[in-house]
T-cell receptor, first 116, second 110 residues
């Protein structure tokens, strides 16, 4: 399967613990996005990368959240000192930006985080 | 900023036609997307409009009017498997970021 993959698919943690999620995009894609989605809502933008450069981070994202894409391939999203409000589905998407065109995003299956 | 509005829920009958509307306000427009999302699954790409008019792809069509900040997704010959959420999303030409609406949950009745 050459689609976007995410690991783990499910994570249960206790409040105050740190968690890290991984996303492997489609191999030739240069753009990688992280979203958070809660029940009944659309995906909420968190941050995105062009190759290894982080271009933007949502103002909604607290300092407890950090993301990296060290070699322009896979990416990690870390949440420190988790809170119950962090419980959500974390989605990763990738796209190939080649000028004009749809450059649509392809989503991974997501990581469902539950903070107890 | 950007704002996207779409109905929260809709119900339609198998075999019928349904139109899901989306209105948006954005400081810079560079395309509108429709995604389908089944419960517990990731969104999958359906359509893309950047110019005014209708884009048809099988049973699904998407329409855009940039002057009105309006789009719709038209689903024909509804099947039970079309029961899902449909997400309208707009891309900004300032930062290429895509912002999603809250989605419309479509229920198909037999």
């Amino acid at each position: 399967d050459t689609g976007v993959s995410q690991d783990p698919r499910h994570k249960i943690t206790k409040r105050g613990q740190n968690v890290t999620f991984r996303c492997d995009p489609i191999s030739e894609h240069n753009r990688l996005y992280w979203y958070r989605q809660t029940l009944g809502q659309g995906p909420e933008f968190l941050t995105y990368f062009q190759n290894e450069a982080q271009l933007e981070k949502s103002r909604l994202l607290s300092d407890r959240f950090s993301a990296e894409r060290p070699k322009g391939s896979f990416s990690t999203l870390e949440i420190q000192r988790t809170e119950q409000g962090d419980s959500a589905m974390y989605l990763c998407a990738s796209s190939l930006i080649i000028g004009s065109g749809s450059n649509e995003q392809f989503f991974g299956p997501g990581t469902r985080l539950t903070v107890l | 900023g950007q704002n996207i509005d779409q109905p929260t829920e809709m119900t339609a009958t198998e075999g019928a036609i349904v139109q899901i509307n989306c209105t948006y306000q954005t400081s810079g427009f560079n395309g509108l997307f429709w995604y389908q999302q089944h419960a517990g699954e990731a969104p999958t790409f359906l359509s893309y409009n950047v110019l005014d008019g209708l884009e048809e792809k099988g049973r699904f069509s998407s329409f855009l009017s940039r002057s009105k900040g309006y789009s719709y997704l038209l689903l024909k010959e509804l099947q039970m498997k079309d029961s899902a959420s449909y997400l309208c999303a707009v891309r900004s030409n300032r930062d290429d970021k895509i912002i999603f609406g809250k989605g419309t949950r479509l229920h198909i009745l037999p």
